[in-house]
């Protein structure tokens, strides 16, 4: 198919945020904002990537974006916690897949399946869980599945400016899990050093402030 001559201005989406504080609200992603998330994840997450396996459907997206074959499983995506774990499994086994994205609640019916059934994730060496905080406990389980160097990160970002940070299983199990659990709350990871500055789009130009920061 012929490319479309568009700029990095132009609107290519509007994606809606979850509705976990309110109504869900329709966000604008330019083409620039779409190419500069893609180039993001290659390189935090999914060089030497062959096969990707999306349960949240955006993520399908960014993994053709990437030139990467991307497995769409058969689950409800307003249903994830209901997912048939099998179907996951044997999806990961067919397809080899090596790395896959999803929320934290479709993640935990699929390691317990394998942890019940003696059954591994030998292909996969990345996984993504992001949408919801996730459980220490569920990365130890999961390192139990995955092959050696298999890794999970929970990068982390709102809807309106994702992703800027991220935190490896690792990292979260020897470091700031104790200290979630002794009340202070979960990290969300450092900053990645290509995420600098946000800026308003063409015909905003309110500003942002985080607690404590400059304003952006």
Known sequence: ???????????????????????????????????????????????????????????????????????????????????????IVDAVDRFGVTSAAGSPMFWDPVVRYCRENGRRLESLKTVTMFGAPVRGS??????????????????????????????????????TWPRTQSGAGVCAGGPWRSVRRARPLQGQSRRARARGSAAW
């Open 1 to 87: 198919f012929p490319v479309a001559a568009v700029s990095r201005e132009e609107l290519a989406a509007i994606v809606f945020t979850t509705g976990s504080t309110g109504l869900p609200k329709g966000v604008h992603y330019t083409h620039g904002v779409f190419d500069a998330q893609v180039k993001i994840l290659e390189r935090e997450f999914h060089a030497g990537d062959r096969v990707g396996l999306a349960a949240f459907p955006t993520m399908a997206l960014y993994y053709l974006a990437m030139g990467i074959p991307c497995v769409l499983p058969p689950v409800d995506p307003a249903r994830v916690a209901r997912v048939n774990p099998r179907d």
């Open 138 to 175: 569920l990365l130890e389980e999961f390192a139990a599945v995955l092959p050696p160097g298999g890794r999970t990160f929970t990068p982390y970002g709102a809807t309106e400016a994702l992703p800027v940070s991220s935190l490896s299983g690792d990292e979260i199990l020897a470091e």
